[in-house]
C-alpha cells in the first residue's frame, strides 16, 4: 500500500450474474509489492473493496502489458 491508496491501472466493468443493484468494477492493482485483482464498486464517492486477492499470471501478463509504454 502507497500512502494508504491502491494504484488502478486498468479498470473493467464486472460482468454481473447477479444484480447486486450497483455498479460492480473489476481491476489489477499494485500494491506492496504485487499485481492484485480487485473487484469494488463506488460508495459515498469512495471506492468500496468487495474482493481482493493476488492476481494469477494471465491477469499478471495483462497488467504487465497493460503499463507497458506504447
Not at 1 to 12: H, L, N, R, S
Not at 36 to 41: A, D, S
Not at 60 to 65: D, S
Amino acid at each position: 500500500m502507497i500512502d494508504g491508496k491502491f494504484y488502478f491501472d486498468k479498470t473493467q466493468h464486472a460482468k454481473n450474474r447477479v444484480s447486486y443493484g450497483e455498479q460492480r468494477l473489476q481491476s489489477l492493482a499494485w500494491w506492496r509489492k504485487r499485481v492484485v485483482f480487485l473487484v469494488w464498486t463506488e460508495r459515498r464517492n469512495a471506492a468500496h473493496i468487495i474482493s481482493c486477492r493476488y492476481a494469477n499470471k494471465y491477469q499478471m501478463q495483462r497488467y504487465f502489458a497493460a503499463i507497458q509504454p506504447r
